[in-house]
């Protein structure tokens, strides 16, 4: 009783009108009542709340309050930092309207149909009623409405036409950020879909793929295909030039049958895949290695019996997240296959691929970080605690505002990496955006990763019990977020391909690295507001270049230690000259100044730092070794 009543005060004192009308007047009855013997009448006028039916949380009554859901909200409207870039970038009505349109349908017809594919996961068939084999993954029909969807929004072909010349990834990759959490994971086949279109772009549309090429980047649903990227086998996904078995043993009409066991295939309902195998001489013998890979094109089609032609599909995976979409184990017993590179050049072919689902986990890690923010900021606006609403209380928002700014500085990094992708694709990349592309690439990918499970995990603290419970969607995406660093390159192999590209370029990568972060800061001099992020980042670019040279003198052993701590100061030290450069555009806001200050706060060159504690020091690996496997001292 004292509960409600306190309760109902408390709402009066809220101040919300809507809170106090929604209070039954049988409430206001029982607050009367309070002073009475329970048991008791005080007057013949006043009845007993049991016959009055007027006792909360009696019977069917659960009591007055029912918790407020935030409200998902158009994402393009909502999104500050989107519109603002885009307008200094691609100011165009038309991709302005179309993805105000867009991001219109997400929040009110979309987002359902992704909580659909959540809750109505795929499943496999076998076999059918008559004993046939028939290995049939039933989707749900959300699934296959985003289909449809992608191919009329265009969220593939737009990076194919062209319509905004060096600026249409960026217009793509918009697109699909406001659509990524609420896709249902059908992002994850359209990453593998431009990827491949990508790879055939770059190989040349002559056949036997220019009909598949055609149906990756059409507009048409009818005739829209997926593709899959068919990479890791039974023995890991890193190391996919040892790792591979799959064998192609050539057809007297220069195809190829593939056999070999697939054992993580992603979005597994696509129509055709690209894929590794290691092509069999007449003997039957093959050559190990990475050099022993050539890339095969297939299509994934069934028999008159209903039978997949040279796939059986073993079963499907039991994965944390991503259950949306089909993943499979997929065995290859004579899949008939063409091979689209040189022979030996199937992982240099397919890396062009990887660059492109690198770019879509980086939105994809993004998004998931500006959707958590932006439905705790919705429900920090209903949400009542300690006698004020959520937003009111000055720690919850820090909480936020941190958040909110490794948001804004994964999405500006990732966009420059799509601006750069734009730049090469369209002809007007200089040899500095090219070893840009190239070294940002991991970078982005390995570090929005991580961000997107330490946003998404704070993001659901914010919602306290309520983020924890299952139907509320809001646990899905953190499940979904764990896979961003795991699949298409840990972090610690991405950290490596950092080396790999640096050691290939002699240098060259992260010439152009120093040189465009230094213009970006150059931008900024003049703005006395910056002055502060503009020294951090030219003192972390210090720091890094005197790593750089130190390293340089160093063994292949000390680099190797220092490779995850160099990818995450990369990161830093960009991201903070792209919010530098972008709060000091002239339309820029004080929100932007802002997370440009707050962000260069933090240590912008760990691998600077750990060198100086001698972290990769010949000493370090066996005491890291010894402490991971330390055992107890025998008494
Ligand atoms: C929401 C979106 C999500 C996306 C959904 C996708 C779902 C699909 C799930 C999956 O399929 S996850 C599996 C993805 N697998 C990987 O990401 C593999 C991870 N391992 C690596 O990346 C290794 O670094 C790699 C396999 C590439 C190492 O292989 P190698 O043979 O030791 O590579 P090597 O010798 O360094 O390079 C061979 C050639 O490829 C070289 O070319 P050249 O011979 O011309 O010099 C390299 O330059 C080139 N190359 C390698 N990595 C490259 C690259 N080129 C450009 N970019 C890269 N990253």
């Excluded at 329970?38 to 006043?46: A, I, Q, Y």
């Excluded at 192609?248 to 195998?277: C, E, I, N, R, V």
């Excluded at 750990?610 to 330390?630: E, I």
Aim: a neutral charge; one cysteine or more; hydrophobic letters at 40%.
């Amino acid at each position: 009783m004292l509960v409600c009543s306190a309760l109902l005060s408390r709402r009066v004192a809220g101040g919300g009108c809507r809170s106090l009308c929604a209070v039954p007047p049988s409430l206001i009855h029982i607050r009367s009542a309070r002073l009475a013997e329970p048991g008791t009448r005080r007057s013949d006028e006043e009845p007993l709340w049991e016959e009055t039916g007027n006792l909360p949380f009696s019977r069917a009554k659960i009591g007055s309050f029912i918790q407020e859901r935030p409200v998902l909200k158009n994402p393009f409207l909502e999104d500050a930092l989107l519109r603002g870039y885009l307008r200094r970038h691609l100011p165009h009505e038309a991709a302005f309207s179309d993805l105000c349109a867009f991001g219109e349908r997400v929040a009110n017809e979309v987002d359902e149909w992704g909580r659909e594919c959540e809750i109505t996961p795929p499943r496999l068939v076998h076999f059918d009623p008559w004993g046939r084999r028939v290995d049939h993954i039933v989707t749900s029909s959300a699934w296959k409405r985003m289909k449809d969807l992608s191919a009329q929004e265009g969220l593939v072909a737009i990076g194919y036409e062209r319509s905004f010349g060096e600026w249409s990834r960026v217009y793509q990759m918009s697109k699909l950020y406001i659509f990524s959490p609420s896709s249902g994971l059908y992002t994850c086949p359209l990453a593998m879909t431009d990827g491949a279109a990508k790879v055939i772009q770059s190989i040349g549309v002559s056949w036997p793929v220019d009909e598949a090429y055609s149906r990756l980047t059409t507009r048409q649903p009818e005739r829209f295909w997926t593709s899959g990227q068919w990479m890791t086998e039974r023995q890991g996904g890193s190391d996919v030039g040892s790792g591979t078995e799959t064998v192609a043993a050539p057809q007297a009409d220069g195809s190829y049958k593939l056999h070999g066991f697939k054992w993580f295939t992603s979005a597994t309902d696509a129509d055709m895949t690209l894929t590794l195998a290691r092509e069999q001489d007449r003997s039957g013998a093959t050559t190990p290695g990475s050099r022993g890979l050539s890339l095969f094109y297939a299509e994934v089609s069934r028999g008159e019996d209903g039978r997949l032609k040279g796939i059986e599909v073993q079963r499907l995976k039991d994965k944390l997240g991503t259950r949306q979409m089909p993943t499979a184990e997929l065995l290859l017993d004579g899949l008939q296959a063409h091979r689209i590179s040189e022979e030996g050049r199937g992982v240099a072919s397919i890396a062009n691929m990887l660059t492109i689902t690198r770019i879509h986990n980086s939105i994809s890690a993004a998004a998931a970080m500006r959707r958590v923010v932006q439905l705790a900021g919705d429900y920090a606006t209903r949400r009542t605690a300690f006698g004020k609403l959520l937003k009111d209380h000055p720690l919850h928002m820090q909480t936020l505002a941190r958040m909110e700014v490794e948001t804004r500085g994964a999405f500006l990094l990732v966009m420059d990496v799509c601006r750069l992708l734009g730049r090469e694709e369209s002809g007007v990349a200089t040899e500095l955006d090219a070893h840009l592309l190239r070294l940002l690439t991991p970078v982005v990918k390995l570090y929005t990763g991580k961000q997107a499970v330490a946003v998404v995990s704070e993001g659901l603290e914010s919602f306290g019990g309520q983020g924890y419970i299952e139907d509320t969607g809001l646990p899905g995406l953190l499940r979904d977020a764990q896979v961003l660093s795991i699949w298409e390159g840990t972090t610690n192999v991405l950290s490596l391909d950092v080396l790999r590209c640096v050691a290939r370029s002699s240098g060259m990568v992260l010439d152009a690295f120093f040189t465009h972060a230094k213009s970006l800061l150059a931008g900024a001099s003049s703005v006395s507001s910056l002055s502060p992020a503009v020294t951090a980042v030219d003192t972390a670019l210090s720091e890094l270049k005197d790593f750089v040279q130190v390293a340089a003198t160093r063994e292949p052993g000390y680099l190797e230690l220092a490779a995850r701590d160099l990818a995450f100061s990369l990161a830093r030290i960009y991201t903070g000259a792209l919010l530098i450069d972008h709060a000091s555009w002239k339309e820029a806001s004080s929100s932007d100044t802002y997370a440009a200050l707050r962000w260069c706060e933090q240590d912008l060159c760990p691998v600077s730092t750990q060198q100086a504690r001698g972290c990769y020091d010949p000493s370090t690996a066996p005491l890291d070794a010894a402490l991971v496997y330390d055992q107890p001292t025998q008494s």
